[in-house]
């Protein structure tokens, strides 16, 4: 809209859009009132209307925002009137709505429960009312995240195979569960040393005696040679 358009069809217009315009600083009321630009249809009664909002335009706006009750309505009311007679009342009625939402922005993110939900206040309130709260229920919540996502690795490692637990120590050292690791260890390596010793026992009670045939001898000398075999892959699993 420019002064022109508003100049050639001044009838259309209603008192209150008239208003608008001036106060926007498209057009001046004294531009309005010089017949020579409307042409003489700036009529008395409208001119009258537009000199009456203009006169209690502030009250009326202040009595608009009050009755809206908004963030907005306040802080319209504040931009048009910088130095308005409300200005004390409009800030304080935006500081009470911004604690209102603070709350019931606080309240969704505890009924959600989750980390995002947490950060999306803190991200909204840098300064708000629940902050330490929030980043107290956010940190929980990552360590709860961190304990699940630990208790899911665990729960898939094989806890007969040494090296998956050894994987798993290695990748959580701090984890409450690398200590029940290194017990099924443990236990993987006492196994392993009652096995060896089986097998030793097993090996003094194959015969070499110088008596027997050479047939027997050599069986036995390759019966003996599988058990060592065995107790060296056993001590390789230890190590």
């Known amino acids: ?70 963030f907005d309505s306040y802080q319209e009311y504040l931009n048009a009137y910088p130095n308005g007679a409300h200005n004390d009342e409009a800030k304080k009625a935006i500081n009470e709505i911004q604690l209102q939402k603070d709350d019931i922005d606080w309240n969704k993110a505890v009924s959600i429960d989750t980390e995002e939900a947490y950060q999306n206040y803190l991200t909204t309130y840098k300064t708000g009312k629940h902050r330490d709260e929030a980043r107290k229920a956010k940190n929980k919540k990552a360590e709860e995240g961190k304990i699940k996502a630990e208790e899911e690795v665990w729960n898939k490692v094989n806890k007969k195979d040494k090296s998956e637990l050894l994987e798993f120590i ?29 097998l030793l026992e097993e090996i003094n009670n194959v015969s070499t005696s110088s008596t027997v045939i050479d047939k027997e001898s050599k069986y036995l000398n390759r019966s003996k040679m599988r058990l060592m075999m065995k107790i060296l892959i056993l001590i390789l699993m230890i190590f």
């Open 1 to 70: 809209m420019n002064k022109q358009s508003i100049f050639d069809n001044i009838e259309e217009f209603t008192p209150e859009e008239l208003v608008k315009f001036i106060r926007q600083g498209i057009v001046t009321q004294a531009e309005l009132e010089d017949p020579h630009n409307t042409n003489g249809f700036y009529t008395a009664p409208v001119r009258r209307k537009v000199n009456d909002l203009i006169i209690n335009a502030e009250p009326n706006d202040w009595n608009a925002a009050k009755t809206t009750n908004t």
């Open 170 to 198: 290695k990748n959580y050292s701090q984890s409450p569960y690398s200590k029940t690791a290194k017990q099924y260890i443990s236990d993987i390596d006492v196994k392993i040393i009652f096995d060896i010793e089986a």
